[in-house]
Nanobody
């Protein structure tokens, strides 16, 4: 499975961005998909995850109510709509895929995209 993330960029505080991640290869083996992020000098952290059918979604407390994860299995994509962005949301965002679960634990994800930079600054 290969993951290609896109959609990062520079946005002002309060603005919005939409990240997309396209999966290719053995996509039938994917169960959960998620987004993680890593800010400079910090550890990678869970942002959001979605189950295979997209009905079960999970979010980090820091993004609840602002970010929305969704899946389109017909297109093998997962998107992260980010609204009301804050400077502390600045990070490299990674999409990830798991063959076994949807989890906040990075170790359960088998496949990772290359990351896309989101910068929230005025």
């Amino acid at each position: 499975v290969q993951l290609q993330a896109s959609g990062g960029g520079l946005v002002q505080p309060g603005g919005s961005l939409r990240l997309s991640c396209a999966a290719s290869g053995s996509t039938a083996s994917i169960y959960g998909m998620g987004w993680f992020r890593q800010a400079p000098g910090k550890e990678r952290e869970f942002v959001a995850g979605a189950s295979r059918n997209g009905r079960n979604t999970f979010y980090a407390d820091s993004v609840k109510g602002r970010f929305t994860i969704s899946r389109d299995n017909a297109k093998n994509t997962v998107t992260l709509q980010m609204n009301s962005l804050k400077p502390e949301d600045t990070a490299v965002y990674y999409c990830a895929a798991s063959g076994v679960a949807v989890s906040a634990q990075a170790s359960l994800y088998n496949y990772w995209g290359q990351g896309t930079l989101v910068t929230v600054s005025s």
